[in-house]
């Protein structure tokens, strides 16, 4: 087991923050989903977030560990629900803009850059520690990837609402 700190710190704070921030941005925001919608965006990025971390940071890569040291701690818990709130504002303000056709590309490519750069200060505060020569740039593919996999989700349960929910403009309840 590899202990890079033994002091609850930067990497610490930066977790409990940003949950909490996050957190409250979303409850102060005008509410555009569903409850159940919201949690389902939220539960996406953290999903995302625990699949791509332990797919990458265990063996047989191993490329990287998080918090303070190489085995599962509370805080690594923590860490992963930090991802649903950006999971969720990245939905946010997809729908709240109105991003369609070659507007997605940009919007991605921006949500991408504000990840990496989010890592950045991850990685400066002691969240992360890249082993065995990962490079923060091998992140924006997955960036790139995750945050299109969301929006053909959220396309997806637009799509089956509309189809399940309505039939020429009425409901199926009162066809029945």
Known sequence: MKVYDHAFNENEW??????????????????????????????????IGLFYD????IKPWDYYDVNDNSSY?????????????????????????????????P??????????AMEWVGL??????FDKGYKMYWSFPIYLFSQ???IIFYQLSIN?????????GKSKKTQL
């Open 73 to 105: 701690q509370f805080i690594d818990f923590l860490s992963y629900v930090m991802y649903g709130p950006y999971g969720y504002f990245f939905l946010y303000f997809y729908v709240k803009w109105n991003i369609k056709r070659l507007k997605i590309i």
């Open 124 to 129: 400066k505060v002691g969240l992360f520690h």
């Open 160 to 168: 089956s609402k509309k189809s399940g929910h309505e039939i020429n």
């Open 148 to 150: 299109s996999l969301i």
């Open 14 to 47: 930066f977790v409990i923050i940003s949950i909490i921030v996050m957190n409250l941005a979303i409850w102060f925001a005008p509410k555009i989903f569903s409850k159940l919608e919201s949690f389902g965006y939220y539960i996406f990025g953290i999903y």
């Open 107 to 116: 919007y991605i490519l921006l949500w991408s850059s504000f990840s990496m």
């Open 54 to 57: 332990h797919t990458l940071s």
